[in-house]
């Protein structure tokens, strides 16, 4: 197993030379998209069977994550983020002041402007912490947060963190004793049993 150390912080083009079994070089072009890597993050890279495959780790995505407080009435609008890397997005949101009716957006866009599946929730800072979950459903993503109108909508901070995983990611865990609620994470199963 080898490993690359990507010397640039955003969009690493490269192209790796190793050894495969047959003695034949195999070259995988390396693209990181617009994920913001740290000068020096190694990325293990194996041989597997001809092809090469990375092991990457979650990245922060800088994109759609933000510590800036919004007055009332304000928006933050994430920028365009290339998830072809990625196979789960992960969310994390923690405020005093509330979103709009369905302002807590996830947006995703086949080319990063128009942007035709939109998930929508409502976010109410009594309630406390958020956690979203998502599987790509095209190449880019974004988040938005439409603070509510005076007051209310008001922040004195936020915590808005967004992670994009290599791998897929549960949805969130609930008790068994909490209550249910629609704007919650679910998976639908269907069970067949065949005497």
Same mark, same amino acid.
């Given at each position: 197993?080898?490993?690359?150390?990507?010397?640039?912080?955003?969009?690493?083009?490269?192209?790796?030379?190793?050894?495969?079994?047959?003695?034949?070089?195999?070259?995988?072009?390396?693209?990181?998209?617009?994920?913001?890597?740290?000068?020096?993050?190694?990325?293990?890279?194996?041989?597997?069977?001809?092809?090469?495959?990375?092991?990457?780790?979650?990245?922060?995505?800088?994109?759609?994550?933000?510590?800036?407080?919004?007055? *009332?009435? !304000?928006? =933050?609008?994430?920028?365009? &983020?290339? $998830?072809? @890397?990625?196979?789960?997005? /992960?969310?994390?949101?923690?405020?005093?002041?509330?979103?709009?009716?369905?302002?807590?957006?996830?947006?995703?866009?086949?080319?990063?402007?128009?942007?035709?599946?939109?998930?929508?929730?409502?976010?109410?800072?009594?309630?406390?912490?958020?956690?979203?979950?998502?599987?790509?459903?095209?190449?880019?993503?974004?988040?938005?947060?439409?603070?509510?109108?005076?007051?209310? *909508?008001? !922040?004195? =901070?936020?915590?808005?963190? &967004?992670? $994009?995983? @290599?791998?897929?990611?549960? /949805?969130?865990?609930?008790?068994?004793?909490?209550?249910?609620?629609?704007?919650?994470?679910?998976?639908?199963?269907?069970?067949?049993?065949?005497?």
């Amino acid at each position: 197993m080898g490993v690359i150390v990507l010397s640039s912080a955003v969009g690493f083009d490269g192209v790796v030379t190793q050894p495969t079994h047959d003695n034949l070089n195999a070259n995988a072009n390396i693209q990181v998209g617009d994920v913001d890597v740290a000068n020096g993050n190694p990325v293990p890279v194996s041989d597997a069977g001809g092809s090469i495959t990375t092991d990457m780790l979650s990245f922060i995505d800088t994109n759609n994550s933000t510590t800036t407080p919004l007055s *009332g009435g !304000q928006t =933050f609008t994430g920028t365009a &983020t290339n $998830l072809l @890397p990625f196979q789960a997005i /992960t969310i994390q949101i923690l405020t005093d002041g509330n979103s709009t009716v369905d302002g807590m957006k996830f947006e995703f866009s086949i080319d990063g402007t128009n942007w035709d599946d939109i998930y929508l929730f409502t976010y109410t800072a009594a309630n406390g912490s958020r956690r979203f979950q998502f599987s790509p459903t095209s190449k880019f993503f974004r988040v938005v947060f439409d603070a509510a109108a005076g007051g209310p *909508g008001t !922040q004195s =901070f936020i915590r808005l963190q &967004t992670l $994009l995983h @290599p791998t897929a990611v549960l /949805t969130t865990i609930h008790r068994v004793g909490d209550d249910t609620s629609p704007d919650r994470s679910a998976q639908l199963m269907k069970t067949v049993l065949l005497a």
